[in-house]
């Protein structure tokens, strides 16, 4: 059974950001079921829905 997970991140915008975060997603298992993002004043938002089994959730 998935069960889901929404995050939120903030910090200074810069190149790569978005594929770490998504790299530090699939490398705990789990998924990237939707996602907004925007830059602020220089800073960058982020709000995904991540899905996966509660255990890669938790890591």
Known sequence: MNNLL????????????VNELSLAILNCGCNIEDSRMTV??????????VSGNWSTIAK
């Open 40 to 49: 602020l004043g220089g800073e960058f938002a982020v709000i995904l829905l």
């Open 6 to 17: 929404v995050v939120s991140a903030l910090g200074q915008d810069r190149p790569g950001i």
